[in-house]
């Protein structure tokens, strides 16, 4: 039975919490006291886990002391690594959760990163700001693992157990004690690397070919939507060969594909290579609401639906489906371009937190939506609820002469997109 200390509680860190907890002694950390006194009632705003799944198990202590855990011999990194604004890797998080480490950290402790970032940060960068601020040297005093986080929000079946986990130590000894330290959690297994740089550049590369494959269908999305080509019905067709993969078009949010291929392209610049496919990628990807929007106006214009002063409502604010996670959603971004033309805009997502959204930007979800009052709706993620209350429903929102604009074909084409009931 180890002491283990995780930084930081979010759709990483607690189901790693969770996990480690059913055997061990474990420390969750987190700096914000909201989510700390939310946590110690059983609460996960995040609405991955129940009360009764995070209060049943006692090995656990929520804190937002790092003090608290000085106990441990294991700390696991698992804080966000976002960009700035001007695309460029963000470690601001990683650098002070080492410095707060170094307070606390002891002779012979070990360090797991799991944040995403490019080759060479753990070793280069998180490693050395411990090294100065605790005084301990790495590799005698103190030692590094990484393991990549592979959650996927809002996924029941993908779970923390049920996916393969890569690990890897700075040295082998090291290597070895947290490839065991996972498998005693993880059922579908490990897969132990060479080194730390080899399971960094794993982990970036993974969401990095997502958002080129996405790229690539919404790129397809427009040229086939020029020829009047349902794109739909032309990747069901294509996906009858066995190995095309099933990629569809849409927004690319969250905190990982919008996100990761930036700490790769940066990295590469940095080894004097400016490379050309991801920037693409992301380019296009980018791009995608101001298309998305484009068409909405063109087909409010089809059916003399004028956008000023009309009302219109949102269906889904998170970055995407079945998941309450609202960072980096496009959907915002969608939100800002309509609101411009002072139209009225309602917004309903069940599954976010309306504190969070509005913290973040301003705006207030609705509890329900109006009926009989939309001009126009948005169906901009295709959440299980939205499916489960069905197009009949749906339409009771609307008005007699309406527009849907069904992003992800939700619905399968059987909306009639151009109005009347």
């Known amino acids: 039975m180890y002491s283990i200390g995780i930084l930081g509680l979010g759709y990483i860190g ?23 006194s939310s946590l110690k009632k059983g609460f996960d705003s995040n609405k991955e886990f129940s009360v009764k799944e995070i209060k049943k198990n006692k090995n656990i202590i929520f804190t937002n002391d790092i003090y608290k855990l000085s106990k441990c011999n294991i700390y696991i990194v698992t804080v966000p690594t976002p960009i700035y604004k001007n695309k460029k890797p963000n470690l601001s998080y990683l650098k002070q959760s080492c410095d707060m480490i170094s307070k606390i950290i002891k002779k012979n402790d070990l360090i797991i990163f799991e944040s995403t970032v490019y080759p060479g940060v753990t070793e280069n960068i998180c490693a050395k700001v411990i090294e100065k601020k605790s005084k301990l040297i790495f590799n005698k005093g103190f030692f590094c693992g990484y393991s990549p986080e592979r959650i996927n929000p809002g996924d029941k079946i993908h779970s923390l157990e049920n996916i393969i986990k890569i690990t890897s130590g700075s040295t082998p000894k090291i290597a070895n004690f947290v490839d065991k330290l996972y498998k005693s959690i993880i059922k579908a297994g490990t897969k132990k690397v060479s080194s730390i740089k080899i399971a960094e550049a794993a982990k970036v590369i993974e969401n990095s070919q997502r958002d080129l494959n996405i790229a690539f269908v919404n790129e397809l999305s427009i040229i086939f939507e020029k020829m009047n080509l349902d794109i739909n019905q032309i990747l069901t067709a294509a996906e ?33 290579y400016n490379p050309k496919i991801i920037l693409a990628g992301r380019s296009v990807n980018d791009g995608m609401s101001d298309h998305l ?13 004028n956008i000023f002063n009309s009302n219109i409502l949102i269906l889904g604010i998170t970055f995407k489906e079945n998941c309450s996670d609202i960072r980096n959603s496009k959907v915002f971004e969608i939100y800002k371009k309509i609101y411009k033309y002072k139209c009225n805009i309602d917004v309903f997502d069940p599954l976010a937190d309306k504190k ?6 301003a705006i207030k979800l609705i509890n329900f939506p109006k009926k009989n009052y939309y001009d126009s709706i948005i169906i901009a993620v295709p959440h299980k609820y939205f499916i489960k209350m069905g197009l009949k429903k749906i339409k009771t929102f609307t008005k007699k002469n309406y527009y849907i604009f069904d992003f992800k074909n939700t619905f399968k084409n059987k909306l009639k997109y151009l109005g009347g009931n």
Request: hydrophobic content about 45%; aromatic content about 16%.
């Open 293 to 305: 929007v484009n068409n909405f106006l063109s087909n409010l214009k089809k059916m003399k639906i």
């Open 240 to 272: 009858s060969k066995w190995n095309f993969l099933p990629f569809k078009p849409g927004l690319v949010g969250g905190h990982c594909i919008g996100v990761d291929p930036y700490y790769l392209t940066y990295i590469s610049k940095k080894n004097n």
């Open 14 to 36: 607690l189901p790693l919490t969770l996990a480690f907890a059913k055997k061990n002694l474990v420390f969750g950390f987190d700096i914000n006291l909201d989510r700390i």
């Open 356 to 361: 969070n959204v509005f913290d973040e930007f």
